[in-house]
């Protein structure tokens, strides 16, 4: 559905005193397939939105291989776009008009007839549960309904992969939960899904594959299993000291664990069996003024690749 062989973008640099171009996207390489969910996880800046708007065929790639449901984007822009759906970051509705007609309007963009505009209107509104809204206006919406409104939107051409750039970023968790319902609806369908996130529960939650990107790389690939199994341990054991404390006592740890990572607030002591740990710590007289055992999550894995949290 989408491949990728050496991809790059770069923007002349605009801001005083940067000298050469801004480097987003380095070379990735990408394949997604037929009916998966494919995640782009990683912090602000590491090129994710510049690597969707590539895939969305409204951004030339500065260098690289791109094919776009087997068409080139610099040749077949417009086939590419009338096939696929794009949530962007931002919500874009007309607030001039109501819930129908934000999809009605949308519609026309795509030359759909009317009468199958209006039939596939009430359709979406249907799927993201907003039929008894069809006549409010977009202001008295919540958060989470005008990003379940954007999603109907970008289904109305009944796309083949739908694209999303951080589809819950501000959401609250209910919100949150009920979005992630809708999106594993869809792909019950068989749209492809191809989304990006900087939330480690969500890359969990939708994605079959994923790739973790920084600074314009992809540092690792895989499922979110498979990627925690192969650069984490199975469980973590969290412990909080006093303020400064935290550096001089990692050493006092470190032969009770497979990696220990210091935090400003917390060790993390990397470990097969957390509990196991946790008492050995105790054994030891140190006494933390907090613990949590739990497992690992991606949030662990780019920890480990990054030296760095993924939320600062
Ligand atoms: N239109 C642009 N012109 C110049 N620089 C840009 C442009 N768009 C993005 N960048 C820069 O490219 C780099 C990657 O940005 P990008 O938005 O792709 O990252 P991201 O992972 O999507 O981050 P975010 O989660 O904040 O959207 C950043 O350094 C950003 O400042």
Redesign the pocket.
Known sequence: MVWARGLRKA?PS?GPGQRGD?E?VRGIDLDVRPGESFGFL?P????????MRMIAAVSPPSGGELSILGLDPATHGPEIRARLGVCP?EDTLDLELNIRENLLVYASYFGIRRTEAASRADELLEFVQLTEKAKAKVVDLSGGMKRRLTIARSLINNPDVLLLD?PTTGLDPQARHLLWDRLFRLKQRGVTLVL?T?YMDEAEQLCDRLVV?DG?AIVAQGSPLELIREHSTREVAELRFGVGEHEALAERVADLADRVEVLPDRLLLYTADGEETLARVHERGLDPVAVLVRRSTLEDVFLRLTGRTLVD
Do not use: R, W
Request: no cysteine.
């Open positions: 923007y605009t801004v987003a990683g602000n800046g590491a090129g994710k939105s510049s690597t970051q951080e990006t900087h990107m314009g």
